[in-house]
């Protein structure tokens, strides 16, 4: 990946910008910044690192050592492996090509971090959008089922209303019955005397013609003069009978006629109970059940794909809280990890500080012994040119 790319790349994602001539001549302040914002980035609490160049020499070294840690794990671990280290002396005395490196494979698992979050609280979000959806849709549907169960119910309370006052139309209708039965009697009964008034006014006017057509005079005339006068009164009362025999007629008639559509009425009710009256209110019945049947199959189809979804999203949460419980075992890991690495250090350096008092002592005592050596090697000289010296020489000089 060329400079200007890996720039662009980092500047798009971390708020620290850097520029190209940097990567170039890397300092450890600028290593140092880069992997703060790194760390700040994947979460991390960096505020023992941010003020650590104010610190004293020992506790400086100790959070460099600790910052190498951190970079070296997550580079060892997006590399897959342990042969490629980051070292202290790539954060103190950084080089281009390794600064480059590092950096570019930090920020390739910054992005991959962002995506797997990304995605993971999409899918969450979707759930949850979808597992409300669902509830609002049952809770509606449910209302729905419950505004029909009451409807059915006000139906079947009033088919069973309807029920209950059948025998008292039938009472009712038996009464009407018997009543007819009496009224068509008493008519039949008049029609009968109706009829025999006309025969009688029929032949009484028959009489009264043959017998004016035989008119006599004097008693005779007398006679029959009385006796048309009491026939006319009669035929007048007999017209007076038909005329309140006709009135009563026409009441009963009249009342009849009334009476008549209601005995329809309940014979129609009596005879098809369920098909006239009450078969509009059955077939009502029938359809609000068969949609609440539907609607019960609806609401249970719908509770299906609730739980699914809730499993889906339960699913989706154990994942979570799995990579999570993970996460902090693997960061309890590095950090124990990092302790026992400054510990180390720690040791080594102390155990380096003792060598380095015990070398110091080790070349004072090999200057001492050389000075020995060479006051020995002097004296063995000496020594020799003692006893290599001539002793006939020596005899003529004492003399």
């Known amino acids: 990946m060329a400079n200007a790319t890996f720039v662009e790349n980092w500047n798009s994602i971390i708020p620290h910008k850097i520029g190209a001539v940097e990567l170039e001549h890397p300092t450890e302040s600028f290593v140092f910044r880069n992997f703060i914002s790194f760390l700040k980035m994947m979460k991390y609490d960096v505020m023992e690192f941010e003020s650590m160049y104010n610190e004293p020499k020992d506790v400086l070294l100790l959070k460099r050592a600790s910052l190498v840690a951190y970079i070296n794990h997550f580079y060892q671990l997006c590399l897959g492996s342990k042969q490629s280290t980051f070292f202290y002396v790539d954060l103190i005395k950084p080089s281009p090509k390794k600064t480059i490196h590092v ?13 797997v979050r990304d995605d993971t609280v999409e899918r969450a979000t979707s759930c949850t959008a979808k597992y409300q959806e669902l509830t609002a849709k049952m809770n509606q549907q449910q209302c729905e089922l419950e505004n029909h169960k009451i409807k059915v119910n006000t139906i079947e309370q009033n088919i069973s209303k309807m029920k209950d006052q059948l025998p008292q139309l039938e009472r009712a209708n038996e009464k009407l019955r018997s009543k007819k039965k009496q009224l068509q009697e008493k008519i039949l009964s008049i ?25 006599v005079v004097d008693e005779d005339a007398a006679a029959l003069i009385q006796k048309n006068e009491d026939l006319e009164s009669a035929i007048e009362e007999s017209e007076k009978q038909e005329k309140s025999l006709q009135l009563a007629n026409s009441e009963y008639s009249t009342l009849i006629s009334q009476i008549q559509p209601c005995i329809l009425a309940l014979e129609d009710i009596l005879q098809n109970p369920l098909n006239n009256s009450l078969k509009a209110i059955k077939h009502e019945v029938d ?77 004072q005592e090999i200057e001492a012994l050389k000075e020995e050596i060479l006051l020995i090697m002097q004296m063995a000289g000496d020594t020799m040119k003692f006893l290599m010296r001539d002793p006939v020489k020596t005899g003529r000089k004492l003399k």
């Open 103 to 115: 950096l570019n494979i930090l920020l390739n698992y910054l992005f991959y971090v962002n995506m």
């Open 287 to 363: 359809a609000l059940q068969l949609n609440c049947n539907r609607l019960e199959k609806d609401c249970s189809n719908k509770k299906t794909i609730l739980e699914a979804m809730q499993k889906n999203c339960n699913s989706i949460r154990d994942y979570v809280d799995v990579k999570c419980k993970e996460l902090t075992a693997e960061q309890k890991i590095k950090r124990k990890t990092e302790r026992k690495t400054v510990t180390d250090l720690s040791e080594k350096q102390m155990q380096l500080d003792e060598l380095q008092e015990q070398n110091d002592i080790y070349v």
């Open 191 to 215: 029609k009968t005397a109706e009829s025999e008034f006309v025969e009688k006014i029929t032949k009484l006017k028959t009489d009264f013609a043959s017998l004016k057509d035989q008119r």
